[in-house]
């Protein structure tokens, strides 16, 4: 049986100041690194890792470190699992997005991509990649793997969506939140979806 944790970065910089974060490599605000040490408590007592596995922008990458540091455990970083390649939006404060490069009437077809950036096919062909690379390495472990995965809201949506085998037209979002928790589980052809956004860790004390 393979148990994926999927688990958001905490909060960051653009996120307290109204901007677009894509490819953005902004940092984890003073908050989002305790909200990542409250993570890593509460991860710690109920988990051990096998591998952990982390977007190398610097919010998904301090948060890993921060949970690392718990899990004796080192952090595979992974280009893959980087966040929605969002092209001119990036660093942009979002009303400042709005006024330069405004979406076209109903929105961008799954198809069509921000100018310099990704389409949302692109965006889920990246999931899929990692996704399947990552369960094809697993094959012919005998034992439970537990693997943490840590990454940014768009692209857990996407592994959502690739791990349920979902249509690549689909319009279902994932919610998650600062360090929000998810836990997906493979038992044989079977797939379930454990909790999705668990996020009691941040009503505790450090």
């Known amino acids: 049986m393979t148990e994926l944790i999927v688990v958001r970065h905490g909060q960051s910089v653009a996120d307290i100041e109204g901007r677009h974060e894509g490819r953005a490599d902004f940092p984890l605000t003073d908050l989002g690194r305790q909200q990542a040490e409250k993570l890593s408590e509460w991860l710690k007592k109920k988990y051990s890792f096998d591998m ?15 949970i690392s540091s718990k899990m004796n455990r080192s952090v595979i970083l992974n280009d893959n699992l980087m966040e929605w390649n969002n092209g ?3 660093g942009l404060l979002r009303e400042e997005a709005r006024s330069k490069y405004p979406e076209p009437e109903g929105g961008r077809k799954y198809f069509q991509s921000v100018e310099k950036g990704e ?7 990246r999931a899929e990649h990692f ?48 360090t929000g928790v998810h836990l997906w589980r493979i038992d044989g052809d079977r797939k379930v979806i454990v909790f999705s956004n668990k996020q009691e860790h941040l009503s505790t004390n450090v």
């Open 52 to 66: 952990i596995i982390a977007s190398p922008l610097k919010r998904a990458r301090e948060t890993a470190e921060i």
């Open 131 to 178: 996704l399947a690379s990552l369960l094809h390495s697993l094959k012919g472990v005998e034992d439970k793997a537990t693997i943490c995965i840590v990454a940014h809201g768009g692209i857990i949506t996407m592994l959502y969506r690739s791990f349920l085998n979902l249509p690549i037209d689909t319009n279902l979002w994932l919610a998650s939140g600062d």
């Open 88 to 90: 001119v939006l990036a």
């Open 119 to 125: 389409s949302l096919i692109e965006f889920r062909g």
